[in-house]
């Protein structure tokens, strides 16, 4: 029996790790957590039956305490940690936005548990001090992310010496073919091809979440920025490519659904029947390839700034971004001044190497300074 922790269980992607997971034989969630959606929380809770539960949102401890009877309840970011500590898991599924339950999962990599990885902002932000902890610790870290689950898919079988590039796709989200002056908040999140949470939405119509996993990509797969391509796939069939040295391309093709990664994450290197509808390539009328728009989308290019600067510079980039998304959310910032706001800052910001903490801190330095700006 395979034992899970999910972390970020009411969002997309752990909903959709639920159901995965109920399909499969010999595996058991034994702790979920939240942020704060506390009563979908307590809902999964009593259809899951988990040891443990953790809310991040601490004024909603006493909601689940009363609500859940015997499971034990926990909050913060040390009930994350505890979750690690006292549940005996296997693997644990990181689906949180931003760097929420860093400390549990540098725990978990300690305790050598399986990490999956949705959480792209974990390896932007603090990527060199995960990694190293992976290698020394001899843990597997899966990728959730399609495109970069593409990439490990076709990178098995121990081809890395012969890679020239891994390709990236994008569906080119919601303005691949319009103008993104005078956009309002519906048009921002009605994205053509994936139902995914707010903050991610956004980024796709931005392309900075393309930008992430352009860092992401660089940390799981020791690549340099300049052999990370990006190309526009509207399809969204193609999840990603890989180039070898010889010319040959492979690449991973497959119904868009984010079961599927969440899946082989969980249970690779076997392949097992999934929920998922199979692709039906005969009905494929078209795969579209295009080079991305950086004029119109520079969100792109900041973030192979980001990466090739380095030390601190990603955490920044990837602080300014949050929060300026969440100011856009919130109607106090246009779309169109995203990109504006985050160039802004890290303008404002010399790299500088440092340990977790660190970083925290000059994410925190990073989202003030956007409130500085905008309010």
């Known amino acids: 029996m395979k034992r899970v922790i999910l972390l970020g269980s009411t969002g997309s992607i752990g909903c ?6 109920k399909q499969l034989k010999n595996f058991k969630i034994v702790g979920i957590a939240g942020y704060t959606n506390h009563q979908m929380l307590i809902t999964q809770a009593k ?28 909050c913060g970011e040390q009930g994350i940690t505890d979750m690690v500590e006292n549940t005996n898991a296997d693997i644990i599924i990181c689906a949180f936005a931003s760097s929420i339950g860093i400390s549990g999962i ?14 792209k ?13 992976v290698k020394k610790n001899g843990v597997e870290l899966l990728p959730i992310d399609s495109e970069h689950s593409a990439i490990y898919q076709c990178l098995e079988g121990n ?9 990236l796709t994008a569906s080119g989200g919601p303005f691949l073919n319009k103008s993104i002056k005078n956009v309002i908040k519906s048009d921002v999140l009605n994205h053509p091809v994936w139902k995914m949470g ?11 979440n393309k930008g992430l996993e352009i860092i992401e990509a660089h940390h799981l797969f020791n690549l340099p ?38 899946q082989y994450a969980l249970t690779a290197p076997k392949r097992l029947y999934s929920i998922v509808k199979n692709l039906d390539i005969a009905k494929v009328k078209n795969l579209t390839f295009l080079p991305p728009n950086l004029k119109k989308f520079p969100c792109l290019k900041y973030a192979y700034d980001a990466l090739k600067l380095g030390k601190s510079m990603p955490a920044v980039l990837n602080a300014a971004n949050e929060e300026t998304v969440k100011l856009f959310l919130e109607d106090k910032l246009k779309f169109s001044e995203i990109p504006n706001i985050i160039k802004k800052v890290m303008n404002k910001h010399t790299p500088k190497k440092g340990n977790i903490d660190f970083y925290l801190k000059k994410e925190e330095w990073s989202k003030q300074m956007v409130r500085s700006l905008v309010c």
């Open 16 to 21: 959709n790790a639920i159901k995965v997971i």
């Open 47 to 74: 259809d899951i039956k988990p040891k443990m539960v953790t809310i991040m949102d601490c004024q909603y401890y006493k909601n689940l305490k009363k609500d859940l009877g015997r499971i034990q309840i926990r």
């Open 106 to 119: 540098v725990r978990a990599i300690e305790k050598k548990m399986r990490i999956c990885l949705a959480t």
């Open 121 to 133: 902002e974990i390896l932007v932000s603090f990527g060199d001090i995960i990694m190293d902890s």
């Open 159 to 167: 081809r890395g010496n012969n890679v020239k590039s891994i390709i």
């Open 198 to 208: 707010a903050k991610i939405t956004v980024d796709s119509a931005t392309m900075m």
């Open 225 to 262: 920025a300049e052999r990370i391509n990006v190309v526009i796939h509207p399809e969204a069939i193609c999840h990603s490519l890989v180039q070898f040295v010889d010319g040959t391309l492979l690449a991973q093709l497959s119904t868009p659904d984010m079961k599927l990664p969440i």
